[in-house]
C-alpha cells in the first residue's frame, strides 16, 4: 500500500463521482474543435466544470490535509492518450512552474515559454510545498499507458538527468493501475514515466498541482 507522507504517491479509490466525471467528459467532447484532444494546458480557465471540481471541498480539504496549510490551484492539465494521440514519456520529474514573469531569483532557473507562459524551474522549497492531483475518468493499466513510479524518489531532491537515468534503471518501479474515478496523489518531483497505450479507447487524465508556498517579490502563479 502506497502512502503520500511515506512514499510520496498515493491512489484513493473511487473518489470522484461518476455524475462529476461525466460532467467533465461532457463538456470537453463538445469542445473538441476548439482544443486539441491530447493535451490542454489551463484547462480550469477553460472547463467550468473541471473549474469546480478545482474549488471543491474533496479536493481543496484533501490539500489542506497534506500540505498543512490551504493551498491555490496553479496547474491544471487535461490529457487524452489514445491510439490516434499516443506517445511515451520516458523518467522525468515535474519540476517546473508557469508564474506571471521573468525575473532574477537567487536558485531558479533555466526559464522557458511554454504556451505564452513563463516557466522557470523553483527551488526545491517550492516543490515540496506542492502536490499533484490527477483524477483518471478512464481505467488505466498498463496497456493504456498508466502512471510508473518510484516510491520515495522525490527526497533525493532535484536530479540531473545522469542521475536520473542511473536511479531509475537501479530501482524497482511501482505501476500505478487505477480505476475510472481514481485518484492519484504525487510529489511533482517523484520519479514518474508511462508507455505507449496499445488500447483503441482513452486513457484521459485530470491533472491538477496544488501549492501552498508564497511566490517571492512581485511573482504570482498563473
Known amino acids: ?7 510520496g504517491i498515493e491512489i484513493k479509490r473511487n473518489y470522484i463521482s461518476g455524475s462529476v466525471l461525466e460532467g467533465i467528459k461532457n463538456e470537453i467532447s463538445a469542445s473538441v474543435k476548439k482544443y486539441p484532444r491530447h493535451g490542454i494546458r489551463g484547462a480550469e480557465k477553460k472547463f467550468s466544470t473541471i ?12 490539500g489542506i490535509s497534506l500540505l498543512g496549510s490551504k493551498s491555490q490551484v496553479v496547474r491544471a492539465i487535461y490529457f487524452d492518450k489514445t491510439q490516434d494521440n ?33 516557466h522557470v524551474q523553483p527551488s526545491l522549497e517550492v516543490l515540496n510545498n506542492m502536490v499533484t492531483f490527477r483524477l483518471h475518468l478512464d481505467a488505466a493499466d498498463e496497456s493504456n499507458g498508466c502512471l510508473k513510479v518510484i516510491p520515495k524518489s522525490h527526497e533525493l531532491g532535484i536530479l540531473s538527468q545522469q542521475e536520473l537515468t542511473m536511479i531509475a534503471s537501479e530501482l524497482e518501479p511501482c505501476l500505478c493501475e487505477v480505476a475510472e474515478g481514481d485518484l492519484l496523489i504525487m510529489k511533482p518531483h517523484i520519479l514518474h514515466a508511462s508507455g505507449k497505450s496499445q488500447n483503441p479507447g482513452h486513457r484521459r487524465v485530470v491533472h491538477i498541482e496544488y501549492s501552498n508556498y ?8 498563473v
Open 86 to 118: 499516443n506517445w511515451l514519456v520516458s523518467w522525468h520529474q515535474d519540476k517546473t512552474i508557469a508564474v506571471n514573469k521573468k525575473i532574477d531569483v537567487p536558485g531558479w532557473g533555466p526559464w522557458s515559454i511554454k504556451d505564452e507562459q513563463h
Open 51 to 62: 473549474k469546480k471540481l478545482t474549488e471543491s471541498t474533496k479536493l481543496v480539504d484533501l
Open 214 to 221: 508564497l511566490l517571492p517579490l512581485n511573482l504570482s502563479w
Open 1 to 7: 500500500m502506497l502512502n503520500f507522507d511515506e512514499h
